[in-house]
């Protein structure tokens, strides 16, 4: 099975939907290896989306992070990559197909409920910023 990583963002949990993200996510199949309610500090937010630094959005996106508590979540199934972002939909919920979570969820293009990884190899980095191996089942 491959792994992917969620990050259920400030806005949803603010929301209280990040229990029935969760349960979404679950009923599309997902395992769950690994769970936790953090803060992100401003320096973790910084390095997590630091392929975006050069972008107009990664002030306020990291702002945006640091707003509140996140939920992390290490997600197993077969092709979970690509199958989690097939259920999150696209970046702006505007652009987003029906029934996504980002579709029923998101505020906006910055505020989209959720995070997944674009790649097996960023899966991997992703989960490992936030989890070590002996944490996940
Ligand atoms: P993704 O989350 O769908 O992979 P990315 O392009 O990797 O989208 O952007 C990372 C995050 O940055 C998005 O999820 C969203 O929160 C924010 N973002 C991306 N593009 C914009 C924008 O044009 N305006 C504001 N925020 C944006
Ligand atoms: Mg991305």
Redesign the pocket.
């Known amino acids: 099975m491959e792994r992917t990583l969620c990050i259920i963002?400030p806005d949803a949990v603010k929301k209280n939907v990040h229990g029935s993200i969760i349960q979404k996510t679950l009923d599309a199949g997902f395992h769950i290896a690994g769970l936790r309610l953090i803060q992100l500090s401003e320096s973790q937010a910084k390095k997590f989306?630091e392929?975006?630094k050069e972008?107009p959005?990664y002030n306020?996106?990291v702002s945006?992070m640091i707003s509140g508590p996140v939920v992390v979540i290490a997600l197993m199934k077969e092709n979970a990559v690509a199958g989690w972002r097939k259920l999150?939909g696209?970046?702006d919920p505007a652009e987003a197909e029906e029934g996504t979570i980002r579709k029923l969820f998101a505020n906006?293009?910055?505020?989209?409920a959720v995070?997944?990884s674009?790649s097996v190899e960023n899966g991997k980095i992703e989960i490992g910023f936030f989890f070590t191996e002996s944490e996940l089942v």
């Open positions: 963002k989306y392929v975006h972008r959005f306020d996106l945006f999150i696209a970046t906006s293009k910055q505020e989209n995070h997944g674009d």
